[in-house]
């Protein structure tokens, strides 16, 4: 790309960009060591091998993949035009994948992970969800989101093949669309969906817990460390669902809005 064209594309904010380079550094630092340390701690740590710390080390896994695959992306975008490379090479793929992976991902967990704190709670003698059903359970999430996020980067080739207009291709690999088509609509039907989906079963199943325990009923968990697990666990889900709502707002002011608002 020329020049002038190169930056029309890039558009930078500077003062945007002067604010979010030191967050996206600190994300990067941050969720590497911390979500490392979880993940190192499970697999040295053979007592631990309970489903809570499973779900949660899955969690970890799926968010060191962003921490560490994805936001380095993004930092190089914000960085300099010159991360227009991004989109001549494989890279603009492998973002494509691995931020479709974890967000899918993570969202496939809250709820398994809200479903287990109602059995631990409500129902701590007769477990519905043992080990070996949640093991098949985040195997089974993780060749879903294997099979949704290749589903997306094939959506993509064929608009990089067949596209006729001027958009160019780098804001694809950062999930940045800015119109209807069929890579758009794989990308949001989906996305919409599991996040509606995820949301609302999480908030059920934590919902059946606060009624459950305001009851008093007999057989109820009155372990008040793990009322405090349940309730760090509610509190995890809130906060990564505030943070990952901004994203598909902008998603869909992009595609329906004007672009520069944004």
């Known amino acids: 790309m020329a020049g002038t064209e190169t930056e029309e594309v890039y558009q930078q904010y500077y003062q945007t960009t002067a604010l ?8 990067i630092v941050v969720g590497v060591i911390g979500n490392g340390i979880v993940i190192r701690q499970y697999f040295i740590d053979k007592s631990i091998h309970r489903i809570f710390n499973f779900i949660i080390t899955h969690l970890a896994v799926a968010d060191m993949i ?28 492998f973002a494509l994948f691995s931020s479709m992976l974890a967000i899918s991902m993570q969202y496939f967990l809250f709820p398994l992970l809200a ?31 294997v099979a949704v996020s290749a589903g997306l980067v094939g959506m993509a080739w064929y608009i990089f093949l067949h596209r006729e207009t001027g958009e160019p291709k780098f804001y694809r690999c950062l999930l940045i669309n800015t119109g209807i088509d069929a890579f758009t609509l794989y990308f949001l039907i989906y996305s919409a969906a599991q996040y ?30 793990e009322r405090h697990i349940t309730k760090l666990c509610f509190w995890l889900a809130i906060v990564y669902t505030c943070c990952w709502t901004p994203f598909l707002v902008v998603q869909v002011s992009g595609i329906f809005g004007r672009q520069e608002t944004v």
Not at 20 to 27: N, Q
Not at 124 to 132: N, Q
Not at 203 to 223: H, P, R
């Open 196 to 225: 509606g989906m995820s949301i609302m079963i999480t908030v059920y199943f934590y919902y059946k817990v606060w009624q459950g325990l305001n009851t008093k009923t007999t057989g109820l968990n009155a372990s008040a460390e």
């Open 20 to 27: 979010v380079i030191p967050l996206y550094v600190i994300t």
């Open 66 to 93: 962003i921490c560490a695959l994805f936001t380095p992306l993004l930092l190089v975008y914000r960085s300099h035009a010159s991360a227009m490379l991004v989109a001549y090479s494989p890279l603009c793929e």
């Open 115 to 145: 479903f287990h704190r109602k059995d631990v709670m409500l129902n701590p003698r007769e477990p519905k969800l043992l080990f070996k059903k949640a093991k098949n359970f985040v195997y089974g999430f993780w060749a879903t989101c």
